[in-house]
């Protein structure tokens, strides 16, 4: 790999859009090239510090309220509503620029992973509103993270850290499987209050660390990050400071646990 | 009242279910692409307007890119419109760090806050100055978080082309980034 290549390709190394192959390929390049490795490290660096700061905007409730209120009314009968359909839209503003040099290569055709994030978070909401229901929240109930760590054993193929956080506020409930993209996944199960906070985890081929993001679906609020293998996903109806400070308390405890 | 489609009421909430949970994100959007707060709701309304009607044509599975392509739509005819009205140029607008960050309500504010609030103020900014196309590539990306793939079928581009605008506009950004920390002098 050369580092042209490489300078593209990192940004999908920390993006973790690269599949397992091709994220060593980049890795055994930059083990071997101190410049891109320090490209890497700064960029990766500055996703983490955006990561960091809120960038995002909340809509005015103002325009919300306009928005519902515009919804009953503005509904045409069929025969006047105009004839795009959405492959048009999506043609249509197209910029026409150039294509880069890059899509010529051929980088592109291996560089996606296979996984839809999107499609997953809305399982991962799936999954936490299921837990609510039903009285199916946990299968092994206990606050004892050496009761619910072995009890995933034999039930997974990964044996996701649980970490007893009640001394931080979150306190551990217990653990429970569930399915999520058709794959058993591992859930542990928290409470804030009165709230519950489901962290799912499950293994991916990716060993890249990305920091967390948080994104709001469906009125909850999930913190999706990813260390050492493995992927994780917070929900919860807490808040997104609360939630952030859930998954902080919890990745400081995993890098202690590992370090000591 | 005319007499509305049988449908309708279904359709109204589908529509509501699939899209409004998008509000904000298609907001965050029209925000940095349009750098003006009230221009950025009336786009983000008009957009919801156009994602009705032509919501029958709409073919799942991501309903946020959707969104996305028909908010550039808007913000597309937004610049023409300011263009040709001869409008101060965007650089000539008000400085949106300026003016109140909409992203939380305001309690107490500890200092730690402070400091992530400056710092957010500082990246918006910094953000909101980088050029088109890699601005919005940018956005969808570190603050939409949409997979490349998504980033492509939103602005219609190939995955290629995403990567490598990705690619300029953070290591813009990283400049700038390196500029604003350097003493001012």
């Given at each position: 790999?050369?580092?042209d290549?490489?300078?593209i390709l ?8 690269l ?5 060593r390929?980049v890795e055994?390049h ?6 891109c ?8 660096q500055m996703?983490q510090e955006?990561?960091k ?7 005015p ?5 306009r928005?519902?209120a ?5 509904l ?6 105009p ?10 503003f ?5 294509v880069?040099a ?7 055709a291996?560089?996606?992973?296979a996984?839809?994030?999107q499609r ?7 999954a936490h ?9 946990t299968?092994?109930i206990?606050t004892d993270?050496?009761?619910v760590?072995?009890?995933?054993n034999?039930?997974?193929?990964v044996s996701p850290p649980?970490?007893?956080l009640t ?5 551990l409930v ?5 399915y999520i993209d058709?794959r058993?996944i ?5 409470r804030r209050r009165q709230?519950?906070?489901n ?7 990716n060993?890249?660390r990305?920091?967390a993001?948080?994104e709001?679906?469906?009125g909850f609020?999930?913190?999706?990050w990813s260390d ?8 919860s109806?807490?808040g997104?400071d609360e939630l ?5 308390k919890f990745?400081a405890?995993?890098?202690t646990?590992s370090?000591? | 009242?005319?007499?509305s489609?049988?449908?309708d009421?279904?359709r109204a909430r589908r529509f509501?279910?699939l899209a409004l ?6 907001y ?5 692409l349009?750098r003006d707060?009230s221009d ?10 156009r994602?009705?009607?032509?919501f029958?044509?709409?073919r799942?599975?991501a ?5 996305f392509a ?8 937004e610049?023409a ?8 140029s965007?650089d ?6 300026q003016q109140a ?5 305001e309690?107490q504010?500890?200092?730690?806050e402070?400091?992530?609030e400056?710092?957010a103020?500082t990246?918006r ?5 980088l050029?088109?196309?890699?601005k919005e ?8 978080n949409l997979?490349?793939?998504?980033i492509?079928?939103a602005?219609?581009?190939?995955v290629g ?6 690619a300029r506009a953070r290591?813009m950004?990283?400049?700038a980034?390196m500029?604003e920390?350097?003493p001012?002098?």
């Amino acid at each position: 790999m050369t580092c042209d290549e490489a300078e593209i390709l990192l940004h999908a190394l920390i993006d973790g859009e690269l599949d397992a192959g091709h994220a060593r390929e980049v890795e055994a390049h930059i083990a071997g090239c101190a410049a891109c490795a320090a490209q890497l490290a700064a960029y990766r660096q500055m996703s983490q510090e955006i990561a960091k700061a809120d960038l995002r905007y909340a809509a005015p409730p103002a325009l919300r309220r306009r928005i519902e209120a515009s919804l009953p009314k503005s509904l045409l009968p069929k025969s006047l509503a105009p004839a795009p359909s959405r492959r048009n839209v999506l043609r249509g503003f197209a910029l026409g620029s150039a294509v880069s040099a890059l899509a010529a290569t051929g980088l592109v055709a291996i560089v996606l992973r296979a996984d839809d994030e999107q499609r997953i978070m809305s399982e991962v909401v799936s999954a936490h509103l299921r837990s609510l229901q039903a009285g199916h929240l946990t299968d092994v109930i206990s606050t004892d993270q050496h009761t619910v760590k072995p009890w995933f054993n034999g039930r997974l193929d990964v044996s996701p850290p649980v970490i007893d956080l009640t001394s931080k506020g979150f306190t551990l409930v217990g653990g429970r499987l569930d399915y999520i993209d058709a794959r058993a996944i591992g859930a542990v199960v928290y409470r804030r209050r009165q709230h519950v906070i489901n962290l799912f985890v499950a293994q991916t081929a990716n060993t890249e660390r990305r920091a967390a993001k948080i994104e709001t679906i469906q009125g909850f609020n999930i913190r999706r990050w990813s260390d050492r293998g493995l992927n994780y996903w917070a929900i919860s109806d807490i808040g997104a400071d609360e939630l952030s400070e859930f998954g902080e308390k919890f990745e400081a405890a995993v890098q202690t646990n590992s370090e000591g | 009242m005319q007499p509305s489609n049988a449908e309708d009421p279904d359709r109204a909430r589908r529509f509501r279910e699939l899209a409004l949970p998008y509000l904000d994100d298609v907001y965050t959007l029209a925000r940095y692409l349009l750098r003006d707060a009230s221009d950025a709701e009336d786009a983000v309304q008009e957009c919801y307007l156009r994602a009705l009607k032509h919501f029958d044509g709409y073919r799942g599975p991501a309903m946020k890119p959707w969104l996305f392509a028909i908010l550039r739509n808007v913000c597309h005819a937004e610049y023409a419109r300011r263009a040709s009205a001869a409008a101060p140029s965007l650089d000539d607008l008000p400085e949106p760090a300026q003016q109140a960050p909409l992203w939380r309500e305001e309690q107490q504010t500890p200092e730690a806050e402070i400091l992530r609030e400056r710092d957010a103020v500082t990246v918006r900014r910094l953000v909101e100055a980088l050029a088109e196309p890699f601005k919005e590539t940018f956005v969808l990306r570190e603050i939409n978080n949409l997979s490349y793939r998504e980033i492509a079928d939103a602005v219609g581009a190939p995955v290629g082309t995403v990567m490598s605008r990705l690619a300029r506009a953070r290591a813009m950004l990283r400049s700038a980034w390196m500029a604003e920390q350097e003493p001012s002098k």
